[in-house]
């Protein structure tokens, strides 16, 4: 009899065992019914540029094979391990477990300096009760980001011949920059003749108009965030002993001062003639 007793109180015990487990212990609510258990799933890898968001789907459900009811427990999701300065941000949180699974959108926010690299981290769920990680990997491609720079030729030939000015033939030109979003410095323009024979700066000087201001050879300023497309005009002047005549190839640069950006280039030409007044300027 005493041996009958204690066999059944073997059974109650590893059906109650069976029941919770120690990874999902039985909750009971205010009618008596409830469990704590939920999987969580996604994570993976996402590849941005520096600057860049990325996204991560993360599922939160129920695991099947259980008869009991059910009352499931909200689940709160935390991001940890990211880098420095990096921002993360749930679509919904807490979420609550379902079958077939929730879906909670991660989206971490990168800063515009962060260095490239795999910077692994977990997303954390816990209800209150359990706790379940997914594993994460956040790659940040050593992407370089570049400025745009164009140019227009408003008058791109120098003469002295009739209906070009005589006293101080000149040129000008629009030089146009795009920064990358989030660029905020000084940038400087540059020109400059290139190639053999070209003339120096004995025959032509260049001076920059930004709004009304004027500078020498070069022209800094400040750009970005807000006026991240901005433009200054070129004028190249014509020196009182400048002999030379042909057409010369022009380089417009714009340096970027700050952020390691490389510099970048437009071309265009000048085409000068300076020659008897009544002969006639070669035709384009």
């Not at 490239?116 to 594993?135: C, H, I, L, M, W």
């Not at 300023?221 to 433009?231: E, K, R, V």
């Amino acid at each position: 009899m005493r041996l009958r007793v204690f066999l059944a109180g073997l059974s109650i015990v590893a059906m109650l065992g069976c029941f919770g487990g120690a990874n999902t212990p039985y909750v009971p609510n205010g009618n008596g019914v409830g469990v704590s258990s939920f999987g969580l799933g996604g994570g993976g890898t996402s590849t941005i540029s520096p600057g860049g968001t990325a996204t991560f789907d993360i599922f939160v459900d129920l695991p099947g094979g259980d008869d009991r009811p059910l009352s499931p427990r909200p689940v709160t999701l935390t991001a940890v391990g990211l880098p420095a300065n990096a921002t993360p941000s749930f679509s919904v949180n807490p979420v609550t477990p379902t079958r077939p699974a929730s879906r909670s959108i991660l989206s971490v926010a990168t800063p515009l300096a962060i260095a490239p690299g795999t910077y692994p981290f977990t997303v954390q769920g816990s209800d209150g009760v359990n706790t379940r990680t997914v594993s994460c990997s956040l790659v940040v491609n050593e992407t370089v980001v570049r400025f745009l720079v164009t140019v227009e030729a408003l008058d791109d030939r120098m003469s002295n011949q009739p209906g070009y000015p005589t006293d101080d033939p000149s040129a000008n030109y629009r030089v146009s920059v795009t920064a990358p979003q989030g660029y905020q410095g000084n940038a400087r323009l540059e020109w400059r003749f290139t190639g053999q024979g070209a003339p120096t700066a004995d025959d032509i000087i260049g001076v920059w108009h930004y709004g009304t201001e004027q500078s020498g050879g070069t022209l800094e300023y400040t750009i970005g965030p807000d006026n991240l497309t901005d433009s200054a005009e070129c004028t190249l002047q014509r020196q009182r002993n400048m002999t030379l005549t042909g057409t010369f190839p022009i380089e417009f640069r714009v340096v970027p001062l700050v952020g390691g950006n490389a510099p970048e280039v437009a071309t265009s030409t000048l085409t000068v003639f300076f020659g008897e007044i009544g002969s006639r300027i070669p035709k384009r």
